[in-house]
Every structure is written in structure tokens, then in C-alpha cells.
């Protein structure tokens, strides 16, 4: 069975458990080691079971726990080469970690799961974003893109399960807290995706498998969960409850195929 949960999603951290037979695999992982191990035990994972960890790119509130932990409990790190360059001063001294680098071309596995990397346009040296599959499903995870691209709208197509960006509410942003230079950068092609733009993407995808679907990295300041639900299920003609949301305080519990 294949499954998969949120241990948080927001600017204060982000991390997702990705599970098929034993295999557990960390995509993120953006708390400090203590917090990570509190919240990997509510959802009844213990440390020695998790078989990689993968780092879509080297913001802190996506990679700056994931390397301690990795150097801790000896788990193999996933990531680009870019992404690679740019966590050096994440990475423990005197440590031997065990790096795989990724082409964003070539999907690999990592046990019993299939995953499948793709490019991004985010702001940072090489990231990626990845679909999970255990060969019958597929958990699509989009999260920290300004923007969409037709290879993006082909990879996420047909999903079963996706977890996708809707980090801010354009009224919101422009009226809210945030100074004019921070407000261009999230809201550039190359920051982050808003409601309506997360959901002309979904418009555009094959939707027909869909059985899960999770709005994911809200902004605390510039979005609200009904906002982004409202976006997304009307894409999808769903009641808005359909639509999940990934809290920062504690992720989302676990959802199965």
C-alpha cells in the first residue's frame, strides 16, 4: 500500500513521508532534528526506517534539518547538483554522507518506490520536484514554483494523489505585510504559486484519477485555507472540504491508495 503525510508545509518548515511496503522517503526536510523526530512519531515512523531523504532545493525551510538528520542516522541523500553546491553550509564537518545526485531527466528508485524528478522555475541554483509511483500509482508533489511549464502540466497529468502549491492570494499579498521587494520576489515566475494560478495549472492537468488532492505551503500572512480550497475545488467541482489542506503546524495525516 502507498501512502503519504506532511509533517509541515509553510515558510517555518516543510517535510512529506512517502511510504510503499517499508519504504518511508523524506522529501524536505526543513526542521532542525529534535522537531522532526516529534513529528515523524506521530505519524509512527521511527528514524532507522527511513530509506533516503530527497531536497528539492537549499531554501532553509526546505534543507536545513535534512543533513544532520542524514549524518545522524546514516540515510542517503537524494538531490541535485546545484542543490548540492548550494547546502555545503548545512552539511555537518567531519561527516561521510552518502549523496546520490539526480538528473532531473532520469527517474530512479529508491527501493520500492519509482520517482520521477522534474525542473522548476524557483529562485534557487538546480531545483526539482518529484512524482512518487509504486508502478499502479502516482503521488504528484508541486510546491515552490513561480510559474508553470508544459513539462510541469505533462508530469503532474493523470495523478492519483497531488499535492500542489498555493502559497499566497494576490489581494493579499499586495495589501499585506510584506516589504515591496519581498512581495516581487514571491510573486514573480519565479517565487511561488498563487491560488488562481494553482489553479489554472490543475485546469489544465488530466484530473480523471484523482483521488486525493492537498493544497500545500500557505503563506501564514498572504492566504487563508478556505481561499486556496475555494480556488482549487473549482477547478475541480468538488465541495471545498474535499480539498486538503497542509497545515505548518502539522502537516496532514497520512492518505493511502
Same mark, same amino acid.
Given at each position: ?23 518511508? %522517503? ?9 522537531? /522532526? ?17 530527497? %531536497? /528539492? ?73 518529484? /512524482? ?101 475545488? /473549482? ?23
Amino acid at each position: 500500500m502507498m501512502r503519504f503525510a506532511s509533517l509541515g508545509s509553510g515558510s517555518a518548515g516543510n517535510c512529506m513521508v512517502v511510504q510503499n511496503a517499508s519504504t518511508n %522517503v523524506l522529501l524536505d526536510c526543513g526542521f532542525g532534528v529534535k522537531e /522532526t523526530l516529534l513529528r515523524l512519531q506521530k505519524l509512527e515512523i521511527a528514524p532507522e526506517q527511513i530509506s533516503g531523504i530527497l %531536497v /528539492t532545493h537549499e531554501h532553509d525551510d526546505h534543507a536545513k534539518g535534512a543533513f544532520k538528520l542524514a549524518a545522524k542516522f546514516n540515510i542517503p541523500v537524494w538531490l541535485s547538483h546545484g542543490t548540492l553546491k548550494m547546502c555545503e553550509r548545512y552539511i555537518p564537518e567531519n561527516t561521510e554522507l552518502k549523496f546520490q545526485l539526480i538528473d532531473t531527466q532520469n527517474r530512479f528508485n529508491i527501493d520500492a518506490l519509482e520517482i520521477t524528478p522534474y525542473p522548476v522555475p524557483h529562485d534557487a541554483r538546480e531545483p526539482t520536484q518529484f /512524482t512518487f509511483s509504486d508502478g499502479q500509482y502516482k503521488l504528484g508533489v508541486l510546491t515552490d514554483a513561480g510559474s508553470s511549464t508544459q513539462h510541469i502540466e505533462l508530469v503532474l497529468s493523470a495523478c492519483d494523489a497531488l499535492v500542489l502549491e498555493c502559497n499566497h492570494d494576490l489581494n493579499m499579498l499586495e495589501n499585506g505585510p510584506y516589504a515591496w521587494s519581498l512581495k516581487q520576489r514571491v510573486g514573480s515566475r519565479f517565487g511561488h504559486l498563487d491560488n488562481l494560478s494553482a489553479a489554472a495549472l490543475l485546469a489544465k492537468l488530466d484530473n480523471s484519477k484523482l483521488k486525493h488532492i492537498i493544497a500545500a505551503h500557505l503563506s501564514a500572512k498572504n492566504n487563508t485555507p478556505s481561499l486556496a480550497q475555494q480556488a482549487l475545488s /473549482t477547478v475541480l467541482n468538488c465541495t471545498q472540504d474535499w480539498v486538503g489542506i497542509a497545515a505548518q503546524a502539522d502537516g496532514f495525516t497520512w492518505r493511502s491508495f
